[in-house]
């Protein structure tokens, strides 16, 4: 494979937490650039916190559970389901497989 072709391969990204721990996470995705296959020593340091990335999670969760909590005809009870993917430039974002989101959402009222 030539050297600048785009390539899927998972690695794994080093974020510090606030506290000084180390947390390890696997990412997957496409990588541009020269890639060097010889090498498998895919660890590198994120830009970012974890608490950082959490932060955005957060940010997310306080959106979707306040849009919720807000209906007309509020809910006994609200289960959500959010699946999130980092990716090797620590961006956050809703997970997805092939077909749906993950993104999962229940609603439910008692009699």
């Known amino acids: 494979m030539p050297a600048t072709e785009r390539e899927t391969m998972s690695e794994l990204l080093r974020f510090d937490t606030e506290n000084g721990a180390e947390v390890l996470v696997e990412v997957s995705g496409p990588r541009s ?5 010889s090498a498998r020593d895919l660890v590198r340091s994120a830009d ?5 990335v959490l932060d955005r999670v957060r940010g997310v969760s306080e959106l979707v559970a306040s849009k919720l909590t807000d209906l007309a005809s509020r809910p006994d009870e609200i289960t959500v389901e959010l ?11 809703i997970a997805s497989t092939t077909a749906e989101s993950s ?5 439910t009222w008692r009699p």
């Open 33 to 37: 650039g020269i890639v060097d296959t």
């Open 103 to 107: 993104l999962h959402i229940t609603l």
């Open 48 to 52: 970012r916190t974890f608490e950082a």
């Open 83 to 93: 699946g999130v993917n980092i990716n090797a430039e620590a961006d956050v974002f």
